[in-house]
């Protein structure tokens, strides 16, 4: 079994308001915990290095479908899983991301449920979003 302190995990440190106590709070508790935090700037790019096992375990907040598409297939055909960060099923158009491995899953998850809620709580919007007009969504959040 693989442990979330012992493994490589990858975010993106960007800044918006109503996320900002909850980004520090849990780059705070990753550093303290996993052996690094990597930062590559493309969404993409980090869904494919997990995929090839480069790291364990990627969250980030604020996504776009372009930023995420491609890596999501990549990371899905390679055995990779990939929720919202409060465990829900995931779409390109959600606005939080929770990729892993199925052995850091649940302790990641463990982890990220309780700052996605406050972050809602204080008025972050991690739902769909740019879902462009007449496109009916019948992924993510909608299967549930």
Not at 35 to 47: D, K, T
Not at 97 to 114: F, H, I
């Amino acid at each position: 079994m693989m442990f979330v302190h012992v493994c490589w995990q990858v975010t993106e440190f960007v800044y918006y308001e109503e996320l900002w106590p909850t980004m520090q709070w849990l780059h705070r508790v990753f550093t303290q915990s996993a052996m690094g935090i990597r930062a590559s700037g493309a969404a993409a790019v980090n869904l494919c290095h997990l995929a090839a096992g480069q790291v364990d375990a990627y969250y980030q907040f604020m996504l776009k479908p372009w930023d995420v598409a491609a890596g999501v297939i990549i990371l899905e055909e390679a055995g990779g899983r990939i929720t919202t960060t409060d465990g829900s099923a995931y779409s390109a158009f959600d606005r939080s991301l929770l990729a892993t491995n199925d052995a850091l899953y649940e302790q990641m998850l463990r982890k990220l449920e309780g700052p996605t809620a406050r972050a809602l709580d204080n008025g972050a919007q991690l739902g769909p979003a740019n879902i462009p007009d007449g496109y009916k969504l019948r992924t993510g959040a909608q299967l549930e």
